[in-house]
């Protein structure tokens, strides 16, 4: 609900504004941790098949998918922004006005900005937008195994913590379907 807020504010009015929402597409679209969002070059982006190649923890290298959503803020900042910013011929994506790559401070000061801009009273970071994905994906049927996969961990217990919030859908889901069951045996 809040990072649907987040999402109403993003706009590409400004160079700025288009690198933001690009932020906050790319972290909700794939699950990356802000170091390796940061750190993910331009020719590692493959826009035919809307897929990225990001390096995670201990140089594990993996692929990342990302959605319509995305594929639009990503072909309207490399189409302008990018061009903008990218004042020292920098290999990597997410630049900041000097054209130099952006820190992981930097990423949360902007989705602090973001939120404020939302008038939200909350504190939302790069990881808690990263629970939000993995929460999201499992809420939508994926299996934990995938979502492994796609968070770059290398145990299976690590990507168990993104189970307690679905549990809550799930006893949910358990109790609407048991009076579904019990209002047949009136008939």
Avoid: W
Avoid at 18 to 26: A, P
Avoid at 78 to 93: G, V
């Amino acid at each position: 609900k809040e990072l649907n807020k987040i999402f109403s504010v993003c706009s590409e009015n400004t160079p700025s504004d288009e690198r933001d929402t690009l932020i906050i597409e790319l972290l909700y679209a794939t699950g990356v941790r802000v170091s390796e969002l940061v750190n993910i070059k331009v020719k590692d982006i493959d826009r035919t098949n809307k897929s990225i190649k990001v390096l995670g923890k201990g140089d594990k290298e993996r692929i990342v998918l990302y959605n319509n959503h995305t594929s639009r803020a990503l072909d309207i900042y490399l189409n302008d922004a990018y061009h903008i910013f990218n004042k020292k011929n920098s290999e990597y994506l997410i630049l900041n006005h000097n054209g130099g790559k952006l820190s992981d401070r930097y990423v949360r000061m902007i989705i602090d900005k973001l939120v404020r801009k939302a008038n939200l009273d909350i504190k939302i970071s790069p990881h808690t937008i990263r629970h939000t994905f993995a929460t999201d994906m499992l809420n939508n049927g994926a299996d934990l195994r995938s979502i492994q996969v796609m968070l770059g961990h290398s145990n299976l217990s690590t990507t168990q913590i993104y189970t307690n919030v679905s549990n809550e859908v799930l006893k949910e889901e358990i109790l609407m379907n048991f009076k579904y069951l019990m209002s047949l045996k009136k008939y």
